[in-house]
């Protein structure tokens, strides 16, 4: 297994109040995601990194905020979390744009 | 629109009965093709993948898939299905579009097998 770690793996957190999730690799591939999923909708993009500093918006990127500050780490952001949110969201990492994407473990997050 | 389609949402096979999970999607272009599976309450794991050469391309876990170009499709095949095959399955093409590169999912496929 691709070495990316996902913390916390399980949160409960109640509708208004900030959310950060934590993507750690240790692989030193250049792009990161961010996914999350829901029953029915497969995986769904949220944000995507090809670069320390470099981001941009996926498919379902709107509540959600990132950031990549160094090479190992991508954070995802619920600056007001709402119940819409709640799912378990999964980080990817690939070498290149178009190389297989290896996932980490998830987070389950349930907002009250 | 552009999409994956996954054309069965849920399958009920006996151990040892063939399996056939139908993908087909509407990219144009280049398009490097994914199976991916996801046990219970574990992340996903990357089962097969075609980037190019022979279309017929084969897995993990006795896992095998048929590019057919013409036919947009990248269906997953096993001969004989195990209980261990019990998960959720995931078709994923990675495509160009005007936003550039990204993997797109269909919507899974539940696999039960029964004993």
């Known amino acids: 297994d691709a070495g990316i770690t996902q913390s916390p793996r399980h949160k409960v957190t109640e509708t208004g109040t900030p959310v950060t999730l934590r993507c750690h690799q240790t692989e030193n591939h250049r792009y990161m995601y961010w996914y999350r999923q829901d029953p029915g909708h497969g995986l769904r993009l949220i944000h995507y990194?090809?670069?320390?500093?470099?981001?941009d918006k996926g498919e379902v990127s709107d509540g959600y905020s990132v950031s990549r500050s160094k090479t190992e780490d991508f954070l995802l952001t619920l600056e007001s979390a709402t119940s819409s949110q709640t799912s378990v969201y999964f980080c990817?990492?690939?070498?290149?744009?178009?190389?297989?994407?290896?996932f980490g473990p998830g987070t389950r997050l349930t907002v009250l | 629109a552009q999409s994956v389609s996954q054309h069965n949402h849920h399958v009920i096979l006996s151990e040892a009965a063939s399996l056939e999970l139908g993908c087909n999607y509407s990219?144009?272009?280049?398009?490097?093709l994914f199976w991916y599976v996801q046990y219970p309450g574990q992340h996903l794991q990357l089962l097969l993948k075609?980037?190019?050469?022979?279309?017929l391309v084969k897995g993990i876990k006795g896992f095998e898939a048929e590019f057919i170009k013409s036919k947009f499709s990248f269906n997953l095949r096993k001969p004989s299905v195990q209980w261990s095959d019990t998960a959720e399955y995931f078709c994923?093409?990675?495509?160009?579009?005007?936003?550039?590169?990204?993997?797109?999912f269909g919507k899974g496929t539940s696999l039960l097998v029964t004993p």
């Open positions: 990817a990492i690939s070498v290149t744009e178009t190389d297989t994407q290896y």
């Open positions: 990194s090809y670069g320390v500093k470099d981001t």
């Open positions: 994923a093409v990675n495509a160009h579009s005007n936003s550039g590169y990204a993997l797109n």
């Open positions: 075609y980037f190019s050469g022979d279309p």
């Open positions: 990219y144009g272009g280049t398009v490097n």
